[in-house]
């Protein structure tokens, strides 16, 4: 089976991560994907006249709910759509990416990450407005959107139908592959690995471990999207808040170095030093970091935006603006400063064993517990909330890819399959699985760029009408609680 997934990852790696610069420039690599999603976020952004920036206070008062309407429509509020999609981006990524990306680019990575993770901004909003317009809502009352809708009908409406449906079909495999190994065994097996070094009892037995998070994630997925946002509305907040504060306090403590490690992360990100490839090496690892970070392109939260209740598509799309800036700007942004600062990326110091290891998880928790001792005992427990709140958004991914495939009365089907394989990824090594399924989930990006472009001018019809609405004054008046909402501009 090893060889099957090998042979596998050597076919769709050497399309999907060959390398665009064909091995001229030596040491540096520029995948086809991560260029594929950094050319798409910058057209888009120009497209949209910088609606991640200029629209950005807008999108907060729809969070907070001063734009309600009585015509509403959708399964969840879009603050719970919100949350339902970073609990399935906020974790592993920001602790261990961010670490892996300074070890190997430098500091100067963090810049050209928070680069990325604003063209990513939009990228989001285009999708998830796309979501919204081309979602359809069941007999049963339950909603199907995301990528495979907007290909699927979207491109059926340009005269595109077997296109359409060929980009639909590959994007819903891709999901569903993707969900059962980085978004379940790859957790699962992290979950493990962090909590078995606090809880001796889970290596030896470490099938109770799976079995514990598989009824877990079970009795959460069981119950639809709506338990799914429910608890990730409840998560997502707390282990952000956890994460953050202890960020801030070694900020604080390390206060009089923070000017120095901002000054070398600008300097570093135009005239990097031993950095393999110069700056294009520092470049791609900042733009490869955020990428694998935010999945702004990847058309995976789409899916759940989809069922946001709402009654303009490019409202929620503005919601969907937030989950780049604060899964990349905010969040990685912190790790890579505490990094920096605390100087536990130096290749010739203490950590350098885990520097040249690119161990990224135990290099964070070796910058944070140099300021705070017990941290990493936290940060261990935190993997773990991490990795639940991250499955269980996958598995939403996965079903609703699955029911587009097979149909509702399999939904319970595949619900079951994931389950098993959080049992299955306790007691097994995965790791061809893993790099199998992370193959699949960047592939994603190549179906949902393709219709991003191909529909990019329905998203700017969308936009322009609400546009001239809000500026009007018409959106205030159909608020359901009056006075709340933003005055006429």
Not at 399 to 415: A, D, I, M, Q, V
């Amino acid at each position: 089976m090893n060889s099957i997934f090998e042979q596998i990852n050597s076919i769709l790696g050497s399309f999907f991560f060959f390398d665009i610069f064909f091995g001229k420039m030596e040491g540096t690599s520029m995948p086809f994907i991560v260029a594929w999603l950094i050319v798409g976020g910058i057209f888009l952004t120009f497209r949209f006249g910088f609606i991640n920036a200029r629209m950005f206070g807008h999108a907060f008062k729809i969070i907070t709910g001063k734009y309600k309407t009585a015509d509403d429509v959708g399964e969840i509020t879009p603050f719970q759509s919100l949350t339902t999609a970073l609990s399935a981006t906020v974790g592993l990524g920001n602790i261990a990416g961010v670490a892996i990306a300074i070890a190997v680019g430098g500091p100067g990575a963090t810049f050209w990450m928070i680069l990325a993770g604003f063209f990513g901004m939009t990228l989001k909003f285009t999708e998830v407005t796309l979501a919204q317009i081309y979602r359809e809502i069941r007999p049963d009352g339950r909603i199907m959107g995301g990528a495979m809708q907007y290909l699927s009908i979207g491109l059926a409406s340009k005269g595109y139908i077997k296109l359409g449906k060929v980009l639909a079909v590959m994007f819903a495999v891709l999901a569903i592959g993707g969900s059962l190994g980085a978004g379940n065994a790859f957790q699962t097996s992290q979950a493990m690995g962090a909590l078995s070094e606090r809880i001796p009892f889970f290596q030896e037995y470490p099938i109770i471990f799976g079995l514990i998070l598989a009824t877990l994630v079970g009795f959460v997925i069981i119950g639809g999207i709506k338990r799914i946002a429910s608890t990730a509305e409840k998560i997502v907040p707390v282990m952000v808040f956890i994460y953050l504060a202890a960020s801030l306090w070694i900020l604080i403590t390390n206060a009089s170095q923070v000017p120095a490690a901002i000054l070398t992360i600008f300097h570093e990100a135009f005239a990097p030093t031993a950095v393999a490839g110069g700056l294009i090496g520092v470049l791609v690892q900042g733009f490869k970091r955020a990428a694998f970070s935010s999945e702004a392109g990847i058309g995976s939260a789409a899916i759940v935006h989809s069922t946001a209740s709402v009654k303009y598509p490019v409202r929620q799309g503005m919601v969907a603006l937030y989950e780049p800036f604060i899964d990349t700007i905010v969040i990685c942004s912190m790790t890579a400063l505490v990094i920096v600062t605390t100087g536990v990326y130096d290749p010739s110091g203490e950590f350098a064993n885990l520097v040249a290891s690119k161990q990224g998880a135990a290099l964070t928790a070796a910058a944070y517990g140099t300021v705070i001792s017990w941290f990493p005992v936290i940060l261990s427990f935190s993997i773990v909330l991490f990795a639940f709140s991250t499955m269980i958004s996958w598995s939403y991914y996965g079903e609703r890819s699955w029911t587009y495939l097979f149909g509702e009365k399999y939904t319970l089907l595949y619900k079951l399959i994931f389950v098993s394989f959080t049992v299955i990824s306790s007691i097994t090594s995965a790791s061809t699985l893993l790099e199998f399924s992370d193959l699949l989930i960047l592939g994603m990006a190549l179906p949902n760029l393709i219709g991003l472009y191909m529909l990019q001018g329905v998203v700017h019809a969308n936009l322009k009408a609400y546009l001239a609405k809000w500026k009007s004054g018409e959106l205030d008046k159909e608020c359901i609680e009056k006075g709340v909402c933003e005055p006429k501009s």
